[in-house]
Antibody
Framework: QITLKESGPTLVKSTQTLTLTCTFS??????????VGWIRQPPGKALEWLAL???????RYSPSLKSRLAITKDTSRNQVVLQMTNMDPVDTATYYC???????????WGRGTLVTVSS | DIVMTQSPDSLAVSLGERATINCKSS????????????LAWYQQKPGQPPKLLIY???IREFGVPDRFSGSGSGTDFTLTISSLQAEDVAVYYC?????????FGQGTKVEIK
């Protein structure tokens, strides 16, 4: 059974850097085809894909946020970390991590963590 | 970027009636070499993460009731709930996984009439 859980600060200030950790179980990020993605959702709004890291350390980012994002993995600890620099109140959202299966589908999601950015 | 546009934004359907949600992509998400449409549907209930319902445009995820079905190809897709149940009240999203960046529709809210 695959599970994922997001952790990190619930409140950050404008201009600070947000660091979120996704801790997962039930799969290994060293297995061919596996990946973990990050998706966010502002309150009452739609889902927005942010970043994706693959088993071979290939990394992909949303073009509109690429300059502010960094995604890394620690295979031995079953963790993926997302950093987002220069936070702004518009970045207030629930941040989800999700398992990417070998077909590219986000099939299992974490419960999400709400991050509020104060000005 | 591939833009995903859903319609309607919301709909109210009587219990037991059919609900239909449309999703249109700004370019094809059909990969001709394998004849697969890179389209998924998710259900999101209040306070919960999205749940995968349908992938490859028409394949139900394990455990999803068969009243949910997906259809379409190329750029036009449909999610149908054949007989709406109270527990189906949610927001539904389509998403393409054909290319980067992954993109979602704006969501369709389904309510009981």
């Amino acid at each position: 059974q695959i599970t994922l859980k997001e952790s990190g600060p619930t409140l950050v200030k404008s201009t600070q850097t947000l660091t979120l950790t996704c801790t997962f179980s039930g799969f290994s990020l060293s297995t061919n085809g596996m990946g973990v993605g990050w998706i966010r959702q502002p309150p009452g709004k739609a889902l927005e894909w942010l970043a994706l890291i693959h088993w071979d350390d290939d990394k992909r980012y949303s073009p509109s946020l690429k300059s502010r994002l960094a995604i890394t993995k620690d295979t031995s600890r079953n963790q993926v970390v997302l950093q987002m620099t220069n936070m702004d109140p518009v970045d207030t959202a629930t941040y989800y991590c999700a398992h990417r299966d070998d077909e590219g589908i986000f099939d299992v999601w974490g419960r999400g963590t709400l991050v509020t950015v104060s000005s | 970027d591939i833009v995903m546009t859903q319609s309607p934004d919301s709909l109210a359907v009587s219990l037991g009636e059919r609900a239909t949600i449309n999703c249109k992509s700004s370019q094809t998400i059909l990969y001709t070499s394998n004849n697969k449409n890179y389209l998924a549907w998710y259900q999101q209930k209040p306070g919960q993460p999205p749940k995968l319902l349908i992938y490859w445009a028409s394949i139900r995820e394990f455990g999803v009731p068969d009243r949910f079905s997906g259809s379409g190809s190329g750029t036009d897709f449909t999610l149908t709930i054949s007989s709406l149940q109270a527990e189906d009240v949610a927001v539904y999203y389509c998403q393409q996984y054909y290319t980067i960046p992954r993109t979602f529709g704006q969501g369709t809210k389904v309510e009981i009439k």
